[in-house]
């Protein structure tokens, strides 16, 4: 029985058109079968990131995007690395889109980031630069808005130290990176540990 879908009936028989005609199913079925089989290993990919210590990036305000792997809980200042953010933090980032969800305390996903400060440094937030024990960083000026045009609250103007059990978490690529000029420090306990790339693009 011949489906009227793919009925040739008016085409010459032999002819381009019916050719086309009995093409199309299978390069549509083809591009189906393509995008299926990237939403499989994508899904497989983010289930399994958890048990294989596995992050994807699909941001470059820290480093390049890309596929990452958690390799060890020692980190350094300049280190790359994931985070979870506190719940009250990571909840105002999934009200405003700033956050995916994911598997951190909140339903919200782990950020990477880069270590800026340690217990017992000292953080210098200006209008238009940070500086970290005196030493003012490139490209680090606080935005005032987010990238839909809304205000964005910042930390304290002013010079802040790093308390005992904290972290300063910044993606410098970006001025309107959600980091530690907006939320502050976040406890060192919520690092996941320090991230190595996989692949990148």
């Known amino acids: ?24 199913p299978d390069g549509a079925r083809r591009a189906l ?3 299926a089989g990237i939403a499989f290993a994508a ?7 958890e048990a294989f210590r596995v992050l994807i990036s ?16 020692d980190f350094s200042r300049g280190d790359l690395v994931a985070a979870c953010l506190p719940i009250s933090v990571a909840q105002e980032g999934l009200a405003l889109g700033y956050l995916h969800t994911g598997g951190c305390a909140g339903d ?21 630069w940070i500086a970290i024990n005196g030493k ?37 690529n970006d001025r309107r990176s959600w980091d530690s000029r ?3 420090p976040i ?3 919520n690092v996941r540990g320090q991230l190595k790339p996989v692949v990148t693009w």
């Open 43 to 49: 899904a497989i990919l983010i289930a399994s990131g």
């Open 182 to 184: 907006y939320f502050g």
């Open 108 to 128: 919200a996903e782990p950020v990477d980031k880069i270590v800026g400060a340690l217990p017992g440094d000292v953080v210098d937030i200006e209008r238009g």
């Open 136 to 172: 003012g960083i490139a490209h680090s000026a606080t935005a005032a808005r987010d990238s839909a045009g809304r205000p964005l609250g910042h930390v304290e103007w002013g010079k802040h130290r790093v308390g005992t059990g904290e972290v300063w978490l910044f993606g410098f």
């Open 33 to 35: 079968a393509a995008i």
């Open 58 to 73: 699909n941001t470059d305000s820290a480093a390049p995007a890309g596929v990452y792997r958690v390799v060890g809980y």
């Open 187 to 189: 406890p060192i306990a």
């Open 1 to 24: 029985m011949t489906s009227q879908l793919y009925s040739t009936a008016e085409n010459d028989p032999g002819s381009l058109a019916q050719a086309m005609q009995f093409q199309r």
